[in-house]
């Protein structure tokens, strides 16, 4: 994990789920070894940038991300995509009472899911603590904890399901989020790769998923 003395608190686990992600974003798969001896933050961008064998193009992905949604919302919300700016609410774009059929449709016009919806906080972190008190009932009662776990598990897949919370509050929030976790899907070659974006994107991943200040992630940040 990393190991500077502000980020030691990071837990491996959650290291590992994040290069899962990276995995999907860029469209690779990292062998059982083969971080081993990638010491630095920076020694683990350079990594992944030279693993990707494809031709470099100097473009924004971002920027292609955001074209790419806002023609999409364009067409299944039926309006002028001209009024679509990186600016504009998703919470007017995409109103409660339909907000996951529409998230739906984008998806499945854009070919890949955008992850822009959660369950209230609220409900994850009942169903979370509920969960934690499951596994220590297991000690005293199994078959309660086992009923404990089995309910919780349900609840937490159920709300996910149904949660419709905006993750993100913008349009261009939006394209970010698709250019960190769907980058090759959200370029307009995805045979094309623009390697100087790669550390940002990284930066990005960390900083989001692990709630690390993007300060601290300079190239020499520690990995063990």
């Known amino acids: 994990m990393i190991s500077d003395d502000e980020l030691e608190n990071v837990d ?20 059982s070894t083969e971080l081993k001896y990638i010491l630095t933050f ?4 350079d990594h992944i940038a030279n693993k990707i064998q494809l031709a ?3 473009d924004c992905t971002s920027q292609q991300a955001f074209y790419k949604l806002r023609d999409a919302m364009a067409s299944i919300l039926q309006i002028d995509y001209k009024t679509i700016t990186t600016s504009s609410s998703l919470l007017h774009l ?3 009472q339909n907000r996951r059929s529409l998230v739906k449709k984008l998806e499945v016009h854009l070919g890949f899911k955008l ?26 009662n199994w078959q309660i904890g086992l009923a404990g776990l089995a309910f919780s598990n349900a ?53 989001n998923d692990l709630g690390i200040d993007k300060s601290k992630l300079t190239r020499e940040a520690k990995l063990s």
């Not at 590992?16 to 469209?27: A, C, H, M, Y």
């Not at 822009?116 to 220590?136: D, E, G, H, K, Q």
């Not at 939006?174 to 994107?201: D, G, H, L, Q, V």
């Open 12 to 31: 491996p686990d959650d290291i590992s789920d994040l290069l899962v992600k990276v995995e999907k974003s860029f469209d690779m798969k990292f062998e």
């Open 42 to 45: 920076g020694e683990l961008c």
């Open 56 to 58: 470099h193009s100097n």
């Open 94 to 96: 995409l109103p409660k």
């Open 115 to 140: 992850h822009i919806l959660r369950p209230p906080y609220w409900a994850s972190a009942t169903l979370a603590i509920f969960l934690v008190t499951s596994c220590a009932a297991l000690f005293f």
């Open 155 to 207: 609840g937490i897949w159920f709300v996910n399901k149904i949660g419709s919370v905006l993750d993100v509050q913008t349009v261009g929030q939006a394209a970010k989020k698709m250019t960190r976790e769907s980058y090759f899907k959200s370029r307009r070659n995805p045979r094309t790769i623009n390697k100087s974006e790669i550390e940002k994107i990284l930066v990005d991943l960390f900083s």
